[in-house]
């Protein structure tokens, strides 16, 4: 069943994991994979993995479309008649309502040609066949930061990290102290305005013209 893009600006709709679909015609065989990816170099690796996997295949067509804005798409047909397999692809990941989302189906050739009208139908129906037997969930798009401090501001920050309630993804104390941060996208400029003020020892109604804290960085490193 379709479902409906969320209209909330930090939430969407995705699959947990990878899955697989079938689809026949008139001889030609085609196997479908989806899979959740979160940035380029990921949907390449699937795309090589599946290649390899089936070297003797005719065409691999594959679409993706990833980004909360959805902007970031792509449709290829590799070698079919232009529009008969990307765009089909990226048809049913729209009609889902997803995004962060890669598909490539395999098509085995068996003899007969299917035209155009067939080879949009099978393609189509081959990605939708993947995603059917995907677990689709909504995630909150989170905004990941790394705070990077002197030690003698370690127990501010520290403190201002467990009193936001932000879990700590990683944590590394070499020369400096290091750690990873996720905050909800709709929460994070809330978020690093107080963490910022409790770590330079300031109420908020004193931190609103802070801009930086000495011996404190915070960095955005990717969103998910």
């Known amino acids: 069943m379709a479902c409906e893009f969320y209209k909330m600006s930090d939430q969407y709709l995705t699959i947990k994991a990878a899955s697989t679909g079938e689809f026949r015609d008139r001889g030609s065989k085609f196997i479908g994979y989806a899979f959740p990816v979160y940035a380029e170099q990921e949907w390449q690796q699937h795309l090589e993995a599946v290649r390899k996997e089936h070297p003797k295949a005719t065409h691999h067509c594959f679409a993706f479309r990833m980004g909360m804005d959805k902007n970031n798409f ?33 098509r085995y050739f068996g003899g007969t040609l299917l035209g155009t009208s067939g080879l949009i139908n099978a393609y189509r129906l081959c990605a939708a066949a993947a ?29 201002a990290i467990k009193k936001l309630g932000l879990p700590m993804l990683e944590q590394d104390f070499g020369d400096l102290g290091k750690v990873r941060v996720a905050i909800p996208k709709s929460e994070s400029a809330d978020a690093l305005f107080k963490l910022k003020a409790w770590v330079a020892g300031l109420r908020l109604e004193e931190a609103l013209n802070l801009e930086a804290v000495e011996g404190l960085n915070i960095e955005q490193v990717f969103e998910k």
């Open 74 to 106: 792509r449709a290829n047909d590799d070698g079919e008649p232009s529009g008969t397999a990307g765009r089909p692809i990226l048809g049913q990941i729209d009609s889902f309502g997803l995004t962060n989302v890669f598909i490539v189906v395999v």
């Open 131 to 159: 995603l059917e037997k995907a677990e689709v969930v909504e995630k909150t798009v989170e905004d990941f930061y790394t705070i990077t401090f002197d030690y003698a501001i370690m127990s501010n920050v520290m403190n």
